[in-house]
């Protein structure tokens, strides 16, 4: 079984108004519910065997801070440029690539692929807020066979959430 958290990028500063949009830091707030998140996940053990991130800056921060909270854990991390902008297949190419030896791989990037992506998998979303969570499980055991097929509802929570919605 694969298990896959679909994480969008926590809040972002619009503060410095000449960066690009790939530039752009987190904001206070997304600096609270990034750590937030990941303590979440780890108080109810779940953790990344991989985190793969848009490079762009508020998703990689966001990765780096689950990174952090989970530094006791052996993760592998990469980002990439693939996951900025990204439709559903560009998505789906870059977890397709995921070594056969991770069993949960972590995802950080952007609206509206990340949105369109859950959808695609069968679950009905209108939009992944900032900081989100979204997760799926897979009856395979190979990244590059996961489908609406074979996915199931994990689990999904959000900063404001005040009880975690999980399988």
């Known amino acids: 079984m694969k298990k896959l958290l679909i994480c969008r990028h926590a809040k972002s500063s619009w503060v410095q108004a000449w960066l690009t949009d790939h530039d752009r830091p987190l904001a206070k707030r997304g600096l609270k519910d990034a750590p937030l998140m990941a303590k979440r996940l780890k108080a109810n053990h779940i953790f990344p065997g991989k ?12 990765a780096k ?5 989970f530094s006791k854990e052996d993760v592998i991390f990469e980002q990439t440029p693939e996951l900025y902008h990204a439709s559903v297949k560009d998505i789906l190419q870059v977890i397709h690539k995921t070594s ?12 509206p692929g990340f949105t369109d992506l859950i959808n695609h998998l069968g679950e009905s979303l209108d939009n992944l807020p900032t900081a989100a969570i979204f997760g799926f499980t897979f009856s395979t055991d190979r990244w590059e066979q996961i489908s609406r097929k074979n996915a199931s509802f994990w689990l999904y929570d959000f900063p404001k959430n005040k009880s975690t919605k999980n399988s």
């Open 51 to 62: 985190i793969t991130s848009s490079d762009a800056s508020r998703a990689l921060q966001t």
């Open 65 to 69: 801070i689950y990174l952090e909270v």
């Open 100 to 111: 056969e030896q991770v069993n949960s791989l972590f995802i950080f990037g952007h609206n």
